[in-house]
């Protein structure tokens, strides 16, 4: 068999999958491993991620929490990680955490699990893309102030720089769905370059590195906070940066054997982000100046002070920081792309209001582009946080962790109380755990529970109306919304995947189910005519 029938034959394997679930095939299945790989790892980009939120280490905890927290949740990532893993080849589908829940939790609850994990996913993702925006926009304007330093930095230039960010990622993800793959390719080979010049860098100019005791056992604290309190909000930055790496599960219905190839870039993506999170932090400690000043750069981004302290160079750190640039904005289009995805699929199972048309996919380019827009939408919404707040930033940080973290955790929690009822299904994927599968579930879900708690602490004291964190808030507003379009609508309409076994869980209409046979029936006979 050549190559070209053999991914033909794929294709069409994985189209009978998704049919079989209830699906059927209408977006472009053009994602191959490296390209997904590269797709994972441009959002998870762990290395950039904890620098893009260093100022959040810096101040609770310093070097020693940074290090050995990123270390900790690493190891527990791998255990979420492979959980998803084992569900995503069983299920591959766009709608990820909350098409698993559907299947896998117990019947009585299982399509109010459900659809509580879209609403979680969901806000996790649309907001990491707003993050990320603010990111990119802080990494650009931090650039400008070192260059000029009459320049200020005022919250309205974040927050229109970041406007523009998700406009300009709306126009690839419309105009240019063809390019994912090969933008994709084309990052992952720049994100590992960026990362080994950046450390050789700033380990090589820099002639003024801390002594390994400040890097590992001095403790810096500027929370206003206890120390204990200080280094539990310090797992806020190594939490954020390993997320996301559920990614390839929202677009396996855009790629070339799914059923396998998205598996293991979800676990490359998490061992790839834990190596490269590991070395930069330590090249980054070595090489920090004073942590105070660090911290209160005009620049805004800590990063960049010090790849300036390092160099000693304007144009030097600029070079560093625009290698950064580039993958912040490749990341920001990857996060719209996954977030639409996810909209995608939760509007074809009536998730969502005016599901009809956030469904829709455009037959030309075979994007979803009504579902493209709202999430560039959402993510506008949640940058202009920053009007209102100092710690807006770190709050939209902690609602998008919080909320990726928590849609982790529902699918575990399925599992695991499927074991307890009775009602636990094998998963038949070709990426499977055996009997680790259970122990694995347990370790990410009480991981994942600990975390998601600590999300919800303000980050400095004495805590008013300008510091407060407001993430419990936002996610209360979240799940207030969930419980009324429920009652509103979802409980009558919401839908899921549709396999044998899940159909009764899942109450599926029985309308839908007759016209879908009636469909089914037609097609067939005119296939034999």
């Not at 523009?164 to 993800?173: F, Q």
């Not at 960026?194 to 450390?199: E, K, L, N």
């Amino acid at each position: 068999m050549s190559t070209h029938e053999k991914v033909f034959s794929e294709d069409v394997q994985e189209d009978t999958v998704l049919e079989n679930l209830g699906y059927q095939q209408e977006l472009k299945r053009s994602f191959g491993l490296l390209g997904m790989v590269g797709f994972s790892f441009s959002i998870v980009t762990s290395w950039t991620a904890l620098g893009g939120v260093l100022i959040v280490g810096v101040e609770s905890g310093g070097p020693p929490v940074m290090i050995y927290s990123w270390i900790g949740i690493s190891v527990f990532a791998l255990a979420v990680a492979y959980s998803m893993a084992e569900m995503c080849s069983a299920y591959p589908l766009a709608g990820g955490q909350y098409s698993w829940v559907a299947v896998l939790a117990p019947p009585k609850i299982a399509r109010g699990m459900s659809w509580a994990t879209g609403w979680l996913m969901i806000t996790g993702i649309l907001a990491m893309g707003a993050t990320n925006n603010f990111i990119g926009a802080n990494f650009i304007l931090g650039q400008a102030n070192l260059s000029f330093p009459s320049y200020t930095i005022e919250r309205w230039h974040t927050v229109l720089l970041a406007y523009l960010i998700a406009l300009i990622s709306t126009g690839v993800n419309i105009y240019g769905p063809h390019l994912l793959d090969r933008i994709s390719r084309f990052i992952l080979l720049w994100n590992i370059l960026s990362f080994v010049i950046v450390v050789i860098t700033i380990l090589a100019t820099n002639d003024h590195k801390q002594p390994a005791s400040f890097v590992f056992h001095d403790f810096q604290n500027f929370t206003g906070f206890s120390t204990g309190f200080a280094a539990i909000l310090g797992l806020l930055q190594s939490s954020f940066g390993m997320c996301c790496y559920d990614a390839p599960a929202h677009m396996t219905e855009e790629m070339k054997n799914a059923s396998k190839e998205a598996p293991k870039a979800i676990i490359m993506s998490v061992y790839i982000g834990a190596i490269t999170g590991f070395i930069f932090l330590i090249s980054v400690c070595f090489c920090i100046g004073d942590i105070s000043s660090t911290a209160s750069s005009t620049t805004g981004v800590p990063l960049i002070q010090i790849f300036y302290d390092s160099t000693g160079s304007v144009v030097g750190a600029c070079f560093l920081s625009s290698l950064i640039v580039v993958i912040v904005l490749v990341c920001a289009n990857a996060l719209l792309a996954e977030g639409s995805r996810s909209l995608f699929a939760f509007a074809r199972d009536h998730g969502l209001p005016f599901s009809s048309l956030f469904a829709k996919v455009e037959s030309k380019r075979q994007v979803p582009v009504y579902a493209i827009l709202l999430a560039c939408a959402v993510q506008m919404a949640l940058n202009s946080i920053y009007f209102g707040t100092l710690t807006g930033f770190n709050t939209v940080i902690s609602i998008a962790t919080e909320g990726f973290y928590l849609s982790y955790a529902m699918p575990l929690l399925a599992r695991i109380l499927s074991w307890f009822t009775g009602d636990v299904k094998i998963l038949s994927g070709p990426y499977n755990l055996g009997r680790w599968g259970i122990i694995m579930n347990v370790v990410g879900l009480s991981f994942l529970v600990f975390t998601s708690i600590t999300f919800n602490f303000p980050t400095l004291a004495p805590v008013d109306s300008g510091n407060m964190n407001y993430t419990s808030a936002a996610i209360g507003i979240i799940g207030l919304i969930s419980i009324i379009t429920w009652l509103i609508s979802g409980r009558k309409d919401f839908t899921g995947p549709q396999i044998a076994g899940a159909v009764p869980v899942l109450e599926v209409r029985a309308t839908e189910l007759l016209d879908n046979l009636d469909e089914k029936l037609a097609e067939k006979s005119e296939t034999k005519d």
